[in-house]
């Protein structure tokens, strides 16, 4: 079925899912987003003035793309096509080309083209969107759960604009989700639904920002009180859990008490207390809290707070969710405890965080500098002649297999980045840097003045 075809759109399909009948079909009811539709934006402005331009929306899912594009597809006087890259391939891209031309020469009406997923087109496929999304014979709208940057092709990427969408957030999750239960013609509202806070909130939570999520859960629980009689049509925290088949927090109702115990945890790793990180990670998994969320973000951790200073301690991070996904509950929990505990005994540095900080500074200040010519890449005679590659000095040719040159770009010749804190395995690092930023400095000295390696956190702006 075509992704736009008429009983969806009209949302009053009564076999189709409560997410698809809910959704918006203006701008008027759309929910969220306002990072991208506010009043003076680009994109409402090029929808309500019907100046469309092609767009790639990079979002997680259920967070408006796909009804974003609908919306744009609005307009009557546009010759609308779809597909989903899952089922799409080469010929069916030269049927919607060959279709476009046909509408462009009998009725003067433009083409536009949303591609579900276009993430997975091979290059060869995207490369077919090229010439015709340059010429204006289609407006490409793609939708992708994953970067573009590494999935889509830059000649693409260059001719579109990409919009990022966030997450909903909570509280435009409720105003979803009340609008639903509340709807008479496209919603559950001739249910007369009572729903408790408590499991509104529950719904809430297990969407994790997912507004399709929220809805499939908000019907799913509707499904176990529909056929009751009228009055005792009440959704409840428990009636929640029995349709999601899942636990509910036992936190308070606005989510505050969920990020007080996961900082909690973090802040007793840092500070080396693995009693108390026991307590806390105990706390959490007590309260039905998901135990690879918890994981994460001891994935996270062990990178940001301890590093370099014990390189192991990502890997004993990364095995333990090896080990809670293969063994599962309650066995699992143990794992997750041997981390938390290394995690807190293990010597500490945010010299990778600050680290990682700078470099991405430096890329803000500076933007797209041009790769060094020195240690470009060289497999064609062409490239050689415009000496890709020439200079390069091949570093096990040398002593101890280095040998100072410059990987910079020319601005940023001398940043210093990572600083070692001189803690745990750090301490080697450190030793082993400052030996090289020496022989640096010499090859810097010969070479001439202003070559110094240069401390960004300690400049003048």
Known sequence: MDLFSKPVENGKNPSAPLAERMRPKSLKDFVGQSHLLGPDSLLRRAIEEDRLFSVIFWGPPGSGKTTLARIMASEPQSHFESFSAVLSGVKEIRAVID???????????????????????????????????????????????????????????????????????????????????????????????????EAIQHIIWSSDGDARTALNNLEAAASLVQGRTAGERKITREGVETALQRKALQYDKDGEEH???????????????????????????????????????????????????????????????????????????????????????????????????????????????????????????????????????????FEEAYVPQEYLPEPLRGDIYYRPTGRGYEKVLQERLEKWRKLRASLDHKEGPGKKNRDPDRETP
């Open 99 to 197: 279709e476009a031309r046909s509408q462009q020469k009998l009725h003067g009406r433009k083409t536009i083209l949303f591609v579900d997923e276009i993430h997975r087109f091979n290059k060869a496929q995207q490369d077919g969107f090229l010439p015709h999304v340059e010429s204006g014979l289609i407006t490409l709208i793609g939708a992708t759960t994953e970067n573009p940057s590494f999935e889509v092709i830059s000649p693409l990427l260059s001719r579109t604009r990409v919009m990022v969408l966030k997450p909903y957030t909570e509280e435009e999750l409720l105003t979803i989700l009340r609008r639903a239960i509340e709807d008479r013609d496209r919603g559950l509202g001739e249910l007369e639904l009572r729903v408790d806070e």
């Open 259 to 397: 990020y007080n115990l996961i900082s909690a945890l973090h802040k007793s790793l840092r500070g080396s207390d693995p009693d108390a990180a026991l307590y806390w990670l105990a706390r959490m998994l007590e309260a039905g809290e998901d135990p690879l969320y918890i994981a994460r973000r001891m994935v996270r951790f062990a990178s940001e707070d301890v590093g370099n200073a014990d390189p192991q301690a990502l890997l004993v991070v990364m095995a333990a969710m090896q080990a809670y996904e293969f063994i599962g509950l309650p066995e699992g929990e143990l794992a997750l405890a041997q981390a938390a505990i290394y995690l807190a005994t293990a010597p500490k540095s945010n010299a990778v965080y600050r680290a990682y900080g700078r470099a991405r500074d430096a890329i803000h200040r500076t933007g797209s500098l041009p790769v060094p010519l020195h240690i470009r890449n060289a497999p064609t005679k062409l490239m050689k002649e415009l000496n890709y590659g020439k200079g390069y000095r091949y570093a096990h040719d």
